[in-house]
């Protein structure tokens, strides 16, 4: 028998298809597994238990729970908040809400979604809503496109909207908080934000109402001395509220999501009339930004659905400009970018208001970001000419500079030797000389995204206590790979790695009784703090249902084998740094031992890579 809500809702839903919704996963024997949300990484090491209904982070942030933790991080929302949201999912109907659970948030959205209702109907009702909704048809959305994305109507009253909620029992100044009224600074009186304008919508992942956009379609009244923001303007947006970040929204990702993980690949526009219009003609994979932009905080979203970015707007990459910055700071972070390239005067709206099946034959067109890049750089420099070649190469060393794919980043030289008629070595040379822009720079931006407090490790993070820490790690969730460690390889480790390995080696572990084992360890090596958070980490991923045993060997034994590298690189850099001090003595006979030792430990040091 089902007792709670909550239970009732973990009955009805699957948690694989819950996290499917927002993230890309993929199956991994019993299990799924993806590229953490909450922490920037290029492994996996987000697992899904389907048996369990649990999920859990192995890498750096070290988080983990059942759907309803999982929305509450993602969604930045409280338990209150995350229970409604999957309530409303499961079909489930929470009869008695607890007032407690009502929180300062869920009122907002609730102010959020009767505004969008209250526009709604302007929309279909009054007589200057009828107006703006022929004129939407007119620029060819159909009547099922005003539905699907809730299009409404701002009425030209000053406090039309504000006085509606207030009639529901919210207070302006809650309204303020959505940011949907202003306060005048003269009279310190309320008035709505938004007046004659159509209304859009923007929605958080799970289709709740968060902030909107207004597109103006008739002079406001220009006698009014109010200007607290542009009226005039063709578009005024939502500004940052505790419901909505424009630098973290894309409009339209609700509803393109799937598809974009379907198709692995999503198209970028500038407007929300080219993101209706473009799912209007069957591109449903389509998003735009919201009134900024494109910023780390949208290419870390769009990630979790593909790789693959199409770009439909105007590309300008010019200097500094806020294009070319998107667009560089996407390929930085991975991205295989692909060019739209649209008419002159023309926006998406535009092409498939005349025509469908041009706007799916651009994108089907669409030029590779390199192929662009080397356009763009022709039509402004004459490469024939000594200072045009100097100009390509300034314009197009910094891409190159900032792709961090090798094998990409070598195409892209030697297009550009060919174009230039010079060597590679050349490009080279002068790409050395090309510094990052800061602001561009991927580890910049894993910096700003990164949310969560690193967890405290073993030591300072270099490769080598990285390595001992993974190994520890890999012994603890399976025991067994103890025995692949040579007497020899004792000497690989730190003192405190040796030490902890050694003890395992000689009594052992039981995970069973881990609590115990682990102060009887602690008191014994004094390393409370590092040794409690190694087995943190491997309890739980003893606790969670795994069947990765063969990868999990493979992995120890690669961990291994490349801290013995480390070890030989570390040998044969100190036996090389004696034979440079001993050069221009009379040890000749040293000289030679040593250079000797050196060839010895190179050709052990090649069999050892080739193994």
């Given at each position: 028998m089902i007792n709670s809500p909550v239970e009732e809702i973990k009955n009805r839903l699957d948690i694989v298809e819950v996290i499917g919704n927002y993230i890309k996963i993929e199956k991994a024997g019993i299990n799924y597994r993806a590229l953490c949300p909450f922490h920037s990484e290029k492994k996996p090491s987000f697992f899904i238990s389907p048996t369990r209904q649990t999920w859990r982070c192995f890498?750096?942030?070290?988080?983990?729970?059942?759907?309803?933790?999982?929305?509450?991080?993602?969604?930045?929302?409280?338990?209150?908040?995350?229970?409604?949201?999957?309530?409303?999912?499961a079909g489930v109907e929470l009869k008695r809400e607890d007032p407690k659970l009502k929180t300062e948030r869920q009122r907002l959205y609730e102010i959020a979604e009767l505004s969008c209702r209250f526009f709604e109907t302007q929309l279909k009702e009054s007589k200057k809503g009828k107006e703006a909704q022929n004129y939407l048809l007119s620029r060819g959305i159909k009547e099922e496109s005003i539905k699907k994305w809730r299009l409404g109507y701002a009425p030209d009253t000053w406090q039309g909207l504000s006085d509606f909620l207030v009639g529901r029992g919210y207070r302006r100044e809650e309204a303020e908080k959505v940011g949907l009224v202003l306060k005048s600074e003269k009279t310190k009186n309320y008035y709505d934000r938004f007046r004659a304008r159509i209304i859009f919508p923007i929605f958080n992942l799970s289709s709740g109402v968060i902030g909107f956009g207004g597109r103006i379609i008739e002079n406001q009244d220009p006698n009014n001395q109010d200007k607290s923001y542009d009226e005039n303007a063709k578009y005024i947006n939502s500004p940052a509220t505790i419901l909505y970040d424009k630098s973290n929204v894309l409009y339209g990702l609700e509803k393109a999501g799937i598809n974009i993980r379907k198709k692995d690949q999503c198209v970028l526009v500038e407007g929300y009339m080219d993101v209706i219009m473009s799912h209007q003609a069957g591109i449903e994979n389509t998003v735009s930004t919201s009134g900024t932009a494109l910023t780390g905080f949208q290419l870390k979203n769009l990630k979790r659905y593909s790789s693959n970015l199409l770009t439909a707007f105007d590309m300008d990459l010019a200097g500094g400009s806020a294009t070319k910055k998107g667009i560089d700071l996407a390929q930085s972070l991975g991205f295989n970018i692909k060019v739209v390239v649209m008419p002159d005067g023309s926006d998406p709206a535009?092409?498939?208001?005349?025509?469908?099946?041009?706007?799916?034959?651009?994108?089907?067109?669409?030029?590779?970001?390199?192929?662009?890049?080397?356009?763009?750089?022709?039509?402004?420099?004459?490469?024939?000419?000594?200072?045009?070649?100097?100009?390509?190469?300034?314009?197009?060393?910094?891409v190159i500079k900032k792709i961090p794919n090798r094998i990409e980043k070598g195409f892209w030289i030697k297009s550009l030797a060919n174009l230039l008629e010079t060597r590679e070595e050349d490009i080279l040379e002068?790409?050395?000389?090309?510094?990052?822009?800061?602001?561009?720079?991927?580890?910049?931006?894993?910096?700003?995204?990164?949310?969560t407090k690193q967890p405290k490790t073993l030591r300072?993070?270099?490769?080598?206590?990285?390595?001992e820490e993974q190994l520890i790690i890999l012994i603890i969730k399976s025991p067994e790979n103890l025995?692949?460690?040579t007497k020899e390889d004792f000497d690989l480790f730190s003192s405190e790695t040796a030490e902890i390995l050694q003890r395992f080696k000689e009594q052992g572990f039981d995970l069973k009784d881990i609590s115990s084992e682990m102060d009887n360890l602690i008191d014994y090596l004094s390393l409370r703090a590092e040794v409690q958070d190694i087995f943190e980490k491997g309890s739980a991923i003893e606790k969670f249902e795994e069947d990765f045993k063969k990868e999990e060997k493979q992995e120890f034994e690669d961990c291994l084998k490349e801290l013995r590298i480390l070890a030989f690189k570390d040998t044969l850099s100190r036996i090389s740094k004696k034979i440079k001090e001993l050069e221009g003595s009379n040890n000749f006979d040293e000289v030679k031992e040593l250079v000797k030792k050196f060839n010895s430990f190179s050709k052990s040091f090649e069999d050892l890579k080739n193994a």
């Open positions: 890498g750096a942030c070290g988080e983990g729970g059942d759907m309803f933790s999982f929305v509450m991080k993602i969604e930045g929302i409280e338990f209150g908040d995350a229970l409604r949201l999957l309530a409303r999912k535009d092409i498939v208001l005349k025509s469908s099946q041009d706007w799916e034959k651009l994108i089907k067109n669409a030029k590779s970001i390199h192929d662009f890049y080397f356009q763009d750089a022709l039509s402004q420099y004459d490469k024939n000419s000594l200072e045009g070649k100097k100009q390509i190469s300034e314009f197009l060393l910094p002068e790409l050395e000389k090309v510094k990052y822009s800061s602001d561009h720079r991927t580890e910049n931006f894993e910096k700003q995204i990164e949310t300072e993070k270099n490769r080598k206590g990285l390595l025995d692949l460690l």
